[in-house]
T-cell receptor, first 110, second 115 residues
Framework: QKEVEQDPGPLSVPEGAIVSLNCTYSNSAFQYFMWYRQYSRKGPELLMYTYSSGNKEDGRFTAQVDKSSKYISLFIRDSQPSDSATYLCAMSIPVRQLTFGSGTQLTVLP | DTGVSQDPRHKITKRGQNVTFRCDPISEHNRLYWYRQTLGQGPEFLTYFQNEAQLEKSRLLSDRFSAERPKGSFSTLEIQRTEQGDSAMYLC?????????????FGPGTRLLVL
């Protein structure tokens, strides 16, 4: 079993929809949680970073962490065609490497 | 551009050949990471450096793979006797070591195709 499981998708939504992307993890030592966005044939780009349970908001993006359930989510409000990409959850133990989910491919239709 | 850079961006090689990739991290970032990403998967950790010291290697890093960071700045990843299974995107990331500095910044990657 992988340490990080991510809803595989692909996900296709109409423009303006609310998108929910989800990951679960098994290693309770993970303390830092990130969401990266990756466009086709590009490197991952950091979207959100958090280290505590609860919600963190940045514009149209909200990251949610529930450490008791080992569950993290990314919500995208008012989705735009430019949000079409693969979204990767990632997490780490302090000062160690990142462990990634397998990614969810999102398409926002105009 | 002050981000992480990688060279080359694409490499096509024949099975059995050696290849070398270069990564230039964000200046003053003392930690440098190499990951490998195959189609439809997230990046998988290969190895990382703090300054010039290689601190950890994944089981994915067979003895055909070697990485260096000789002066604590740029890094190279060499694959000897390439195999078709080595075809992947090789990603480099850097960060500044510190308790609250967990964020890693990625380069654009080197896409390797082994024929």
């Amino acid at each position: 079993q992988k340490e990080v499981e991510q809803d595989p998708g692909p996900l296709s939504v109409p423009e303006g929809a609310i998108v929910s992307l989800n990951c679960t993890y098994s290693n309770s030592a993970f303390q830092y949680f990130m969401w990266y966005r990756q466009y086709s044939r590009k490197g991952p780009e950091l979207l959100m970073y958090t280290y505590s349970s609860g919600n963190k908001e940045d514009g149209r993006f909200t990251a949610q962490v529930d450490k008791s359930s080992k569950y993290i989510s990314l919500f995208i409000r008012d989705s735009q065609p430019s949000d079409s990409a693969t979204y990767l959850c990632a997490m780490s133990i302090p000062v160690r490497q990142l462990t990634f989910g397998s990614g969810t491919q999102l398409t926002v239709l105009p | 551009d002050t981000g992480v850079s990688q060279d080359p961006r694409h490499k096509i090689t024949k099975r059995g050949q050696n290849v070398t990739f270069r990564c230039d991290p964000i200046s003053e970032h003392n930690r440098l990471y190499w990951y490998r990403q195959t189609l439809g998967q997230g990046p998988e950790f290969l190895t990382y450096f703090q300054n010039e010291a290689q601190l950890e290697k994944s089981r994915l890093l067979s003895d055909r793979f070697s990485a260096e960071r000789p002066k604590g700045s740029f890094s190279t990843l060499e694959i000897q006797r390439t195999e078709q299974g080595d075809s992947a995107m090789y990603l480099c990331a850097s960060r500044l070591a510190g308790y609250d500095q967990e964020t890693q910044y990625f380069g654009p990657g080197t896409r390797l195709l082994v024929l």
